[in-house]
């Protein structure tokens, strides 16, 4: 079975991605997003899957 990613999971994606990956001055936001494996693997799966470029063999 073949399941397509939500609006949620774009919205979702969206927020904790710019979150993870933005360089806040004396805030470490990314720090306390990491400490939850399941959000931290979710962006990675979404990322690699629709924006990371297959490379051709």
């Known amino acids: 079975m073949f399941f ?3 609006e949620l999971d774009a919205l ?3 927020h904790l991605f710019s979150l993870l990956t933005i360089q806040l001055p004396a805030v470490d ?3 306390d997003i990491k400490e939850f494996v399941n959000l931290t693997e ?3 799966r979404i990322e690699s899957k629709y924006f990371k470029e297959k490379e051709d063999d």
């Open 42 to 44: 979710f962006c990675q």
């Open 29 to 31: 936001i990314a720090a």
């Open 12 to 14: 979702v994606f969206g």
């Open 4 to 6: 397509r990613p939500t």
